[in-house]
């Protein structure tokens, strides 16, 4: 993405073999980088000087009066300030409003689907033993969907409804215990246009005995689920486009797993190159059920040994994990799905997210539907800003620091962080930095436009742009989200 005139004509002249189908026009606002990369002057791909970017942050520009062209593939062909062009008179145009921003597409690291239909409820009850979270509310829920097609087929399209509504054009989702309720959220994400990670929850202990699976069965329909994926939406090595749908290794967590079923996950996932996903190090309790099971062993060097940490895992919470297990994370290059809301009912403790960030931690956000109730990724950033200055908080306690000194910096978050998180550091994360997460010519065009609505005040006189655009991240929600676009679609939003 350059900004050079000339240059332009000749991304123009190169995208003459590709046929342009629609423009946005209007304001754009993108990561174009790691928010704590060394490098801490503006992207090097922008000239400062430019009166049509603002920085909000070096790695944060606010593109305005800008057109973004988007090829029948679906991908981007052309990003730059606006011009006439002769091929706008062929092409369908969406321009937005003046405090409008388009920006890429929400990447929710953690969604529990079939406990959507309970979402706002349970948040006093603890996650493990009697009564609690999981006996009480997450299994009965999933084991519910088994006998009842019409229920999961309607729960699933609205749980896909509810995320595009709210900008989340891809979604890493587990789903049940169960093949068929799974293929159901497949067919749901499809019928929506949505891009997402499934995979079929595995357990094969410490379950209840009507809602377990022996180890070959969880295997078994696992790969029944990978292939289904593969006959419905394409397998990746083979379609010319990217496919909507992934499939997800998805072992729930240690304690519902025997060493044989981590194993084998493990080796089928090496054999496929799949995605993988699970919890880890998510509670106290659940830290110390697995040191019980396991030998007294921490969660990260668990999942190392059955071959579950990879370039392509996604780690849900991590609040627990100790130095060495998150220095094992940066190594293996496995991503931590950070999920402030749901952390702060059931792990007792925030995430030091900044902190990994900075050591080289790749780190995205997640909703943790049910755990936390709301699906809107917006939520999830303001949740994970406000969780930041909770540590701080507790280090200036410790410390008996009354005066926010230099350091404080050191843990705290803002809107532009978690911006970043929700979008380009959930595409790294998912390792799908070349295909998702900001406006580079080539990546799929996935997208949100979120607009001051009856909602947010905007001051005309007082407020700049980039002003409007902390509003919208601090006060919109559903209301504001008046486009949605996944590889190039138009899937939410009036023409």
Avoid at 147 to 167: C, I, S, Y
Avoid at 187 to 211: F, T
Wanted: hydrophobic share 40%; proline share 5%; net charge negative.
């Amino acid at each position: 993405m350059s900004t050079n005139h000339h240059e332009h004509k000749h991304h123009l002249k190169i995208d003459d073999e590709w046929k342009i189908v629609r423009a946005i026009v209007g304001n754009f606002v993108h990561c174009t980088r790691h928010p704590f990369a060394v490098d801490e002057s503006p992207t090097s791909i922008i000239h400062n000087d430019r009166e049509d970017v603002v920085f909000l942050a070096p790695f944060l520009p606010l593109h305005l009066n800008h057109i973004l062209a988007v090829c029948e593939e679906g991908k981007i062909r052309y990003f730059g300030p606006f011009t006439p062009f002769a091929w706008l008179k062929t092409v369908e145009i969406v321009t937005l409003p003046p405090y409008a921003f388009c920006c890429p597409g929400f990447i929710d690291l953690h969604h529990h689907a079939p406990q959507y239909a309970y979402a706002g409820t349970a948040t006093d009850r603890l996650l493990t033993g009697p009564g609690g979270w999981l006996e009480e509310y997450a299994f009965p829920a999933e084991r519910s969907l088994r006998d009842n097609p019409e229920q999961t087929r309607h729960l699933f399209q609205k749980v896909v409804q509810a995320t595009l509504q709210r900008g989340t054009t891809s979604v890493v989702y587990f789903g049940t215990l169960d093949v068929v309720p799974c293929q159901q959220l497949v067919d749901a994400v499809l019928q929506y246009g949505q891009r997402a990670w499934v995979g079929k929850v595995c357990m094969d202990r410490n379950a209840p005995a009507d809602y377990c699976q022996p180890t070959q069965q969880n295997l078994t329909e696992t790969q029944q689920l990978v292939q289904y994926i593969y006959e419905t939406a394409g397998k990746r090595s083979t379609s010319p486009r990217l496919p909507l749908v992934f499939p997800l290794i998805t072992p729930r967590f240690i304690p519902t797993c025997t060493p044989e079923l981590l194993s084998a996950l493990g080796d089928y996932a090496r054999s496929e190159d799949l995605h993988i996903t699970t919890h880890i190090s998510e509670s106290i309790d659940e830290v110390q059920w697995s040191q019980a099971l396991e030998g007294g062993a921490e969660d990260a060097t668990i999942l190392h040994q059955h071959g579950l940490l990879t370039r392509q895992s996604i780690l849900a919470h991590g609040v627990w994990l100790s130095d060495t297990a998150a220095q094992l994370l940066r190594e293996t290059q496995s991503a931590i799905a950070h999920c402030p809301l749901s952390n702060f009912f059931f792990a007792n403790q925030s995430l030091p997210c900044r902190k990994l960030l900075e050591q080289g931690n790749l780190v995205g956000l997640g909703t943790d539907i049910a755990g936390g109730y709301n699906p809107s990724m917006l939520s999830a950033c303001r949740c994970a800003v406000i969780a930041s200055r909770t540590l701080d908080h507790q280090r200036q306690s410790l410390t008996n620091q009354h005066e926010q000194s230099s350091s404080a910096s050191s843990t705290l978050l803002d809107y532009r962080h978690a911006f970043y998180m929700a979008t380009l550091g959930g595409a790294y994360a998912l390792n799908m930095q070349n295909h998702l997460g900001n406006f580079e010519i080539g990546k799929d065009f996935d997208a949100v436009v979120l607009t001051v609505q009856s909602n947010i005040f905007v001051c005309p006189r007082r407020d700049t742009m980039a002003d409007i655009f902390q509003k919208l991240c601090n006060l919109a929600d559903d209301r504001n989200v008046s486009h949605v676009f996944v590889a190039g679609k138009q899937v939410i939003g009036s023409s």
